[in-house]
């Protein structure tokens, strides 16, 4: 039996230069995939579970800061093409405009044939929502 996604957005392997702040020094790494609410970075020497740190993020217009915790890491396991070295990481502490600018690039990079809205990559859509109408799947309106 397949194990049912828990992620409440859609991710993008979307690849940035991120560097992590914490204890006066820097690990730098680039995300393998990101969305709205976290992020998978690649690095050589992950934190540990549970480290909560600051990130800068240098996406294609825009310098993104968060707040972020530790909530997967491989610091011990593989380091290959299939579990590159990195830790999984959730924003606790972002700006709304840098969230919706994530969720911008994700819906550019995603959205090739119409197939994924922007509520649906915010996470702000009712999955149970149908719409009255025939609005446009392009919309790039992210509530929050």
Same mark, same amino acid.
């Given at each position: 039996m397949a194990k049912k996604e828990q992620?409440?957005?859609?991710?993008?392997?979307?690849?940035?230069?991120?560097?992590?702040?914490?204890?006066?020094k820097v690990v730098e790494g680039v995300t393998k995939d990101i969305s709205p609410s976290g992020a998978y970075v690649c690095c050589a020497k992950p934190l /540990?579970?549970?480290?909560?740190?600051?990130?800068?993020? !240098? $996406?294609p217009n825009k310098r993104l800061k968060a707040k972020a915790e530790v909530v997967w890491s491989n610091i011990y396991g593989p380091d290959d093409e299939i579990n590159p070295r990195g830790m999984g990481v /959730?924003?606790?502490?972002?700006?709304?405009?840098?969230? !919706? $600018?994530?969720a911008k690039e994700i819906l550019q990079h995603l959205e090739p044939d119409g197939e994924i809205d922007s509520q649906t990559v915010a996470g702000t859509k009712d999955p149970n929502h149908r719409p009255k109408s025939n609005r446009s799947k392009t919309s790039l309106t992210i509530n929050h």
């Open positions: 992620r409440e957005h859609h991710r993008a392997e979307l690849k940035w230069v991120v560097l992590a702040k914490v204890d006066g /540990r579970l549970n480290v909560v740190f600051d990130m800068a993020i !240098k $996406a /959730r924003f606790l502490k972002i700006s709304s405009e840098d969230r !919706k $600018a994530i």
